[in-house]
């Protein structure tokens, strides 16, 4: 099902759901569908990992949100399309690039999460109108980077103690950029290798990005589906 395409007929009759009531039928020429590989379970840029809950949540959070250019939520004319499938998919077997753009820490933290839980990636399927800009932009791959954009009011888990950081019991601090960078001299600063984000997950949209903190998150390339066809058999 992986594509960049017009849609076929399931992928047209679950975009038209999402069309303006009353309004006549999309037809498969006027839209474009594109599958993406819109974040997972390992460590990102800046050491966060989405826990289970917020993952589960973020299976169905982002269903009729906007697919948008930059995260521009100050700017509705920056949305290109929207978001009107999605997939979940959990493997043992992570993809051959799922470490690229990691360090090597991060790698190490991310081989240990792939060991004990596997790797999961959510998929994302995009609709958008066949005329506009943005298809040449994603079809002759001069943008093909991505990003979530949501509301998550979750906990932050230390995944050495597997306890809130908040909690007394917890003795880690979470590696976030800028704590680390705060505290670069502090010798008494004990930081975890990553944090948990988990929680609550509201989704508000998926944005077309430089680079993004997710380093895997893209417009799954023909290179890429070679992994997504073995795992999600056809
Ligand atoms: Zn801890």
Redesign the pocket.
Known sequence: MFNFDHPNSSQLKKINRYRPAGTPEYTSEEIYSVAIAATNNILSHSNMVWGENSLKAMTKAFLGQDFLLNHSWEDAKQSIGFIYDSQRIDTPNPPPWYLDGLDSVQKQSSRKIVKQQGYSTIILYAAIEASHPAVSMILYGRSKDVSVGGLASGDYI??????S?K?E????LPPHPFLLMWLADDEDANF?PYYINDGFYNGVELSVVVDGNCAAARVISQADLEYFEEVVPT
């Open positions: 230390c995944p050495l103690c597997q306890i950081f909690d019991n917890c003795p880690h975890a």
